[in-house]
């Protein structure tokens, strides 16, 4: 019996490059699919983008004051001037996502859902909110004040 018909001699060296090159990029083949696949699968996140909207001018939000606005995702905002210290918060409660309102005389923020308290820096203070509200960024440039909202 032979080695060609099956008799377990040894292997041409023909016949281990050609066997080495097959699985060589057969690895390959395997590692790019795995590769693309699992950037398909999970795919980077997209960097968010925010332009910078005009809401209101420092004339209209005297001291004390708030302004809501809506950004372009049909979300509510509340703008507020405490005591010259203008800054910008979501309006949605982060408990169970009630409206807040907010108190100019007591300056904070409340949810009348489940008796939730935030400060005027929208820190949670009393009740069931597990966090602060979300912040928007502020600029005043001219007497404008313009809220960082992201874009859609």
């Not at 490059?17 to 699919?33: E, W």
């Not at 405490?82 to 949605?92: D, E, L």
């Not at 859902?113 to 400060?119: E, L, M, N, R």
């Amino acid at each position: 019996m032979n080695e060609k018909e099956g008799g377990g001699g040894e292997v041409s060296r023909r016949d281990f490059l050609a066997n080495a090159a097959m699985t060589v990029g057969l690895v390959a083949s395997l590692g790019t699919a795995g590769y693309y696949g699992v950037r398909y699968l999970v795919p980077e996140p997209r960097k968010k983008k925010f332009v910078d909207v005009l809401v209101s001018s420092l004339k209209e939000l005297t001291p004390g004051a708030a302004r809501e606005f809506i950004d372009a995702q049909g979300r509510k905002g509340i703008l507020v001037n405490n005591n010259g210290k203008v800054k910008a918060f979501s309006k949605i409660c982060t408990h169970l996502g009630c409206e807040v309102e907010w108190h100019a005389i007591k300056k904070e923020f409340f949810c009348p859902c489940h008796k939730g308290y935030f400060d005027a820096n929208g820190k949670n203070i009393k009740g069931p909110p597990p966090r602060p509200l979300d912040e928007f960024k502020v600029t005043v440039k001219d007497d404008n004040i313009f809220v960082a909202l992201e874009e859609v």
